[in-house]
């Protein structure tokens, strides 16, 4: 883990962390959080079992950064507070309060209390973007078809999702989205005019459809609930049974993913400010790792000048030049021959 203190460092401020973790509430205990402050390495979870409620008069509208470098509006509070347990020492703890709309409170803590309220609400709401990015990997980059030649099978005695199961809950999902849509566009529409043979018509087809996705999720349903859930995997039919890569392989594999995650999102923030919107900045970003680059090492002058093609929007054409001066200006170099990146779009 690069970028720790050193001990001096940590016996001058007994504040100071070494790195952080974030996990979910089932690791809100005492003896963890303590454990791990003893090695100077800081947490963040919630809080469980919040039975008081804190003034909305100590909520104040904060902007919180994202992963991708974006920032949000929450409404947080934030105090000094300690957790206790049985024949234990109490643990200071920094706790922050997110305030929802509908008035609830979401109590967070974190044995970092060097790190500000923003930061700490921003990190633990943000907390599954490493799942969400496995899912992405897999979706734009095919990144576990790498390494697909090492999988296993499954112990014939492990319990597994029913694919059959799986297939009619995919199909009541789809039709509850459907169905959402259709009673979101009849509540929208106007409301009934005897005089308005339009608009009637428009309903009677509008609850037609409702009553016929209902009927249809309803039998899904049923369907459904006769079939188990999860079974061995030794019950399935040869071509249905689960497999699995190899652990090593999966270990590699998403620690690739993580890796190349930060990286993508690293560029991400850096268009941020150049683009409007998240999504535009990370499909440029994966425009960006397509087109043709020429390679010009120059062994003299200890550089390696990357050219890259042009992209297909004006609009992209304008943006990714500024990225690659930010990219050259950080001075990243070859790990073999010491050879500086330069950057340039041709």
Request: aromatic residues 4%; glycine residues 6%.
């Amino acid at each position: 883990m690069p970028g720790q203190p050193d001990a001096r460092q940590l016996a001058d401020d007994p504040d100071l962390h070494r790195f952080v973790v974030i996990f979910d509430r089932e690791g809100s205990r005492h003896g963890l959080l303590s454990r791990l402050w003893e090695q100077r390495i800081g947490a963040i979870t919630y809080r469980k079992a919040v039975t008081d409620t804190w003034p909305e008069s100590e909520f104040r509208n904060t902007e919180v950064p994202c992963p991708g470098g974006a920032a949000t509006t929450m409404r947080l509070a934030t105090r000094q507070t300690e957790i206790t347990a049985r024949d234990a020492p109490p643990l200071p703890v920094l706790e922050v309060r997110r305030l929802t709309p509908g008035g609830h409170q979401t109590a967070i803590i974190s044995t970092a209390r060097l790190l500000q309220s923003p930061v700490v609400a921003g990190r633990m709401f943000s907390r599954w973007c490493q799942e969400n990015c496995f899912g992405y990997m897999m979706e734009h980059h095919d990144i576990d078809g790498l390494v697909q030649y090492g999988s296993e099978e499954i112990d014939g005695t492990t319990r597994v999702v029913n694919p059959a199961w799986r297939d009619l809950d995919k199909q009541v999902a789809r039709l509850t989205t459907r169905l959402r849509k259709h009673q979101a566009q009849l509540g929208a529409a106007a409301p009934p005019d005897p005089d308005d043979t339009k608009n009637i018509q428009q309903r009677a087809s509008l609850l037609e459809t409702i009553q016929s996705l209902q009927a249809e999720r309803d039998a899904l349903k049923v369907r459904r609930r006769a079939i188990p859930r999860k079974v061995a995997a030794a019950d399935l039919p040869e071509d249905q049974r689960p497999s699995q890569l190899l652990p090593l392989a999966k270990t590699l594999t998403d620690t690739v993913k993580m890796i190349a995650c930060r990286a993508e999102t690293a560029l991400v923030g850096l268009l941020r400010p150049r683009l409007a919107k998240e999504p535009e900045a990370r499909a440029l970003v994966r425009e960006l790792f397509v087109p043709s680059a020429d390679l010009d090492p120059d062994d003299a002058a200890g550089t390696l000048t990357i050219r890259i093609h042009r992209m297909a929007s004006p609009v992209h054409d304008r943006a990714v030049p500024l990225l690659l001066a930010d990219l050259t200006e950080a001075g990243f170099r070859h790990p073999e021959t010491g050879h500086r990146f330069i950057y340039q779009l041709v």
